[in-house]
């Protein structure tokens, strides 16, 4: 999947945290967008790899959709990225969150045709039918987009968005095109 893909993906997995108790803050909603693009630091031309300083030198050592797109990593990078967090913060929330930006990355990536493995202590290999940057991921990235604008606007504003659903489902969809209808017209 696409960077932003995996972005949207991040921030509607902490949505759903927020549902369950999470707290609602954009310091930790950043942190699950930041764990939502760290797997693909094994890619030299990553989003991720680009931006870090250094990036492009975990590439040269694992392959790409390997070793850092496993639960394995997911813990041990959180607790790397999560410690310094709190050590920064006092809060262990953007640890937690950096965690389900990581593993929604991992749940997204499981949707593409060449999926993933979650573990190398397992064969456990499920694919899915998307290929990436193409308009099949296109049409996820509407669905997930639409999806997480209309629970935001839920958490922020539960009463005025059930009780004017409709109204809420046409703005959420214009504000959806508006997020990413520039990446929409990349994919092929
Ligand atoms: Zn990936």
Do not use: C, Q
């Not at 797109?69 to 640890?95: K, M, Q």
């Not at 005025?160 to 092929?188: D, H, P, Q, V, Y």
Request: proline residues 4%; without cysteine; charged residues 15%.
């Amino acid at each position: 999947m696409m960077w932003y893909t995996h972005v949207v993906f991040g921030v509607l997995f902490y949505l759903i945290a927020v549902l369950f108790g999470a707290p609602m803050n954009f310091l930790d909603i950043g942190m699950a967008a930041f764990g939502a693009l760290t797997p693909d630091i094994d890619h030299p031309k990553s989003y991720i790899s680009t931006k870090l300083p250094g990036g492009t030198v975990m590439p040269r050592f694992v392959e790409h959709r390997g070793a850092t797109h496993t639960i394995e990593a997911a813990f041990l990078i959180t607790a790397l990225v999560g410690g310094l967090a709190y050590w920064i913060t006092g809060s262990y929330w953007p640890a937690v969150a950096f965690f389900i930006g990581y593993i929604s990355h991992l749940f997204a990536d499981t949707l593409t045709i060449s999926g993933i493995k979650w573990s190398r202590f397992s064969k456990f290999h499920p694919k899915g039918k998307i290929r990436t940057g193409t308009k099949g991921e296109g049409l996820v990235l509407i669905l997930v987009t639409f999806t997480t604008v209309m629970l935001f606007a839920y958490i922020v504003m539960p009463e005025e968005t059930s009780k004017n659903l409709g109204w809420a489902m046409l703005i959420a969809l214009m504000a959806t095109f508006a997020i990413i209808g520039k990446k929409l017209k990349r994919l092929k």
